[in-house]
T-cell receptor, first 114, second 114 residues
Framework: AQSVTQLDSHVSVSEGTPVLLRCNYS??????LFWYVQHPNKGLQLLLK??????LVKGINGFEAEFKKSETSFHLTKPSAHMSDAAEYFC????????????FGKGTRLSVIA | GAGVSQSPRYKVAKRGQDVALRCDPI?????LFWYQQALGQGPEFLTY????????KSGLPSDRFFAERPEGSVSTLKIQRTQQEDSAVYLC????????????FGSGTRLTVV
């Protein structure tokens, strides 16, 4: 079985300050991990993915995440928040083989204050 | 096409009415998934196709839900005798092959049952 827990339902940061969105996962198998972003009335967009290669993964728009097996974590970070980063962020896990369903967390809403 | 296309974008149905939601995946994408996203929640898996074969339908919430992909491209999700609890955004995603590389999502169909 696989699951993800997003530790914060809402995070608020000031523009230009760092962003940290926390995610812990549980997986009986070697996992693939993803972060997706969803802007209002828009589709889900893939930010980055971890699939058993480098543990520090760089994504689009300056986001990155580090896979820490010992902590079963995959936190998303960005050094400096921009107003356009305000959106809903989902941490996602799937089995690292074949086509298996993605299991989504409940999401973290990021607000960016000017 | 350039992306995953879903139609209609919005659908209002009276309770008890049947609805059909369409998904046009990216051309050549073998795998197709349907997800249901309730308000304020993360998407939840409904069903999965590889080409025309429905390999997993374990997420369909009741026998009122039915999905097909007869020619391995366009897929239709049908909901019979809609109920208020069916109100949600229905998302379609496709991928070229191995799901661990991530999926491309459509913008979804927002279904409201009144």
């Amino acid at each position: 079985a696989q699951s993800v827990t997003q530790l914060d339902s809402h995070v608020s940061v000031s523009e230009g300050t760092p962003v940290l969105l926390r995610c812990n996962y549980s997986s009986s198998y070697s996992p693939s991990l993803f972060w997706y972003v969803q802007h209002p009335n828009k589709g889900l967009q893939l930010l980055l993915k971890y699939t058993s290669a480098a543990t520090l993964v760089k994504g689009i728009n300056g986001f990155e995440a580090e896979f820490k097996k010992s902590e079963t974590s995959f936190h998303l970070t960005k050094p400096s928040a921009h107003m356009s980063d305000a959106a809903e962020y989902f941490c996602v896990v799937s089995r690292n083989s074949g086509n298996t369903p993605l299991v989504f967390g409940k999401g973290t809403r990021l607000s960016v204050i000017a | 096409g350039a992306g995953v296309s879903q139609s209609p974008r919005y659908k209002v149905a009276k309770r008890g009415q049947d609805v059909a939601l369409r998904c046009d995946p990216i051309s050549g994408h073998v795998s197709l998934f349907w997800y249901q996203q309730a308000l304020g929640q993360g998407p939840e898996f409904l069903t999965y196709f590889q080409n025309e074969a429905q390999l997993d339908k374990s997420g369909l919430p009741s026998d009122r839900f039915f999905a097909e992909r007869p020619e391995g491209s366009v897929s239709t999700l049908k909901i019979q005798r809609t109920q208020q609890e069916d109100s949600a955004v229905y998302l379609c995603a496709s991928s070229m092959g191995r799901g661990r590389d991530g999926y491309t999502f459509g913008s979804g169909t927002r279904l409201t049952v009144v």
